[in-house]
């Protein structure tokens, strides 16, 4: 080949290869520009939308995780009545036995030999049920010569008692019992009314 042909091959080589790029840079730019064109103020109200719908978002997760803990408290505190409180049932039903004994030891009068064991034998059967009761937190209620408590106490009826301040527990019927803090059964008294 002369060089008079490789000088013209040279020129015209780099003129092809700038005009395929020339064209290439020139539709690359256009579509660009085509499909992302915003203005400030648009990526601007974008942005505040962005923000916004982060901000929901955040507060719903708070929310969601703030009622969770809220629920395993719940489920917590559940769970802990459900074990002091289990034995309510049972424990009610315990009460009348323990009723019965007591009135027999009332009833229980004379001096025969049968009737003193009987009431020793009753004396320590309710020993035993007192303390089978302070293992399990049952709190016996027996507030003659305390104030009257509505809350602790069913007052039966009321009676005029000489030198006795007015809802003063003058007599205890059947005493009352607490499990653990809670009400199991209510003290049946009588209480002093005022003198007229």
Avoid: C
């Avoid at 780099?14 to 915003?38: F, K």
């Avoid at 802990?80 to 409180?85: A, L, N």
Wanted: proline share 3%; no cysteine; hydrophobic share 40%.
């Amino acid at each position: 080949m002369s060089t008079e042909q490789e000088t013209v091959e040279a020129q015209i080589e780099p003129e092809a290869v700038q005009s395929d790029a020339t064209v290439s840079n020139e539709e690359q730019p256009h579509t660009e520009v085509a499909e992302h064109e915003y203005t400030i103020d648009e990526l601007k109200q974008e942005l505040a939308e962005t923000k916004h719908k982060a901000q929901e978002n955040w507060d719903k997760a708070l929310r969601v995780h703030a009622e969770m803990e809220n629920l395993k408290k719940r489920m917590q505190k559940d769970l802990e009545d459900t074990h002091k409180f289990a034995i309510t049932n049972f424990a009610k039903e315990l009460l009348t036995v323990m009723d019965s004994l007591v009135l027999g030891l009332q009833a229980a009068t004379g001096d025969s030999e049968d009737v003193k064991k009987f009431r020793e034998g009753s004396e320590l059967t309710i020993k035993q049920f007192e303390a089978v009761f302070n293992k399990f937190n049952i709190v016996t209620l027996d507030p003659l010569g305390s104030p009257f408590n509505a809350e602790q106490h069913q007052a039966v009826m009321m009676q005029a008692v000489q030198g006795v301040e007015a809802n003063t527990v003058v007599n205890v019927l059947q005493k009352g019992y607490m499990l653990n803090g809670r009400l199991l059964r209510p003290a049946m008294v009588i209480v002093a009314k005022a003198a007229d």
